[in-house]
């Protein structure tokens, strides 16, 4: 079971090109999200879904994009690389509403450098 | 808003000891979710608990021991005799029980180094 699967593991790129983040999970988890992690601010939400064709913004959403075609996949877009998108960024998913279960399961995140 | 506060930037400790790893939040719901994660230095991040804000009784597994406190919006991480493997960054983060999907809400981590 291979999980919260991301996409590439390291990315360089030049201010102003765009690029996609992949994620993929295969637990049919209704819920994915991505987050950024910036050193001394934590994790902090910029997309999430709720099921396929579902998509809102988190906290910090601005030159990102998302889409949700399919349960399984939930790609983050940069429309335009800018240096405060130096970040390492981590894709979660978990099952919908009910309890038991809210915990996340994480993939083991992207770095990203934009020069 | 909801908000979570580590408060300790950084602790060292020498192995064996105990330490305490502090988080408050804050909320307006009513019932909520609080977690722990651990996130070592390869990067990836670990669940440690999750707790419901209706079920106040106190956790422990292994040397991992945890204190919430819905008084003092408090929910405290003990890990007893500490070890160099539990070297790494901790997260505490709350999330709401309806309404957002999977949002979490984390606080900007503790940074624990445990020395022979």
């Known amino acids: 079971n291979a999980g919260v699967t991301q996409t590439p593991k390291f990315q360089v790129l030049k201010t102003g090109q765009s690029m996609t983040l992949q994620c993929a999970q295969d637990m049919n988890h209704e819920y994915m999200s991505w987050y950024r992690q910036d050193p001394g601010m934590g994790l902090r939400l910029i997309h999430y879904?709720?099921?396929?064709?579902?998509?809102d913004q988190g906290e910090v959403p601005n030159g990102y994009n998302v889409s949700r075609s399919t349960t399984e996949d939930f790609p983050l877009r940069l429309l335009s690389a800018a240096p405060s998108q130096t970040s390492v960024y981590f894709c979660?998913?978990?099952?919908?509403?009910?309890?038991?279960?809210?915990?996340?399961?994480f993939g083991s995140g992207t770095q990203l450098s934009v020069l | 808003a909801q908000k979570v506060t580590q408060a300790q930037t950084e602790i060292s400790v020498v192995e064996k000891e105990d330490v305490t790893l502090d988080c408050v939040y804050e909320?307006?719901?009513?019932?909520?979710?609080l977690f722990w994660y651990k996130q070592p230095p390869s990067g990836e991040l670990v669940f440690l608990i999750r707790?419901?804000?209706?079920?106040?009784q106190n956790e422990i597994s292994g040397r991992y021991s945890w204190n919430f406190q819905k008084s003092t919006s408090s929910f405290n991480f003990t890990i007893t005799a500490s070890q160099v493997v539990d070297s790494a960054v901790y997260f505490c983060a709350l999330r709401r029980v309806t309404g957002g999907g999977n949002k979490l809400t984390f606080g900007t981590g503790t940074q624990l180094k445990v020395e022979l």
């Open positions: 909320t307006r719901d009513t019932t909520y979710y």
């Open positions: 707790r419901n804000s209706f079920d106040e």
């Open positions: 979660a998913s978990s099952y919908g509403r009910g309890i038991g279960n809210e915990k996340l399961f």
């Open positions: 879904s709720v099921g396929a064709g579902i998509t």
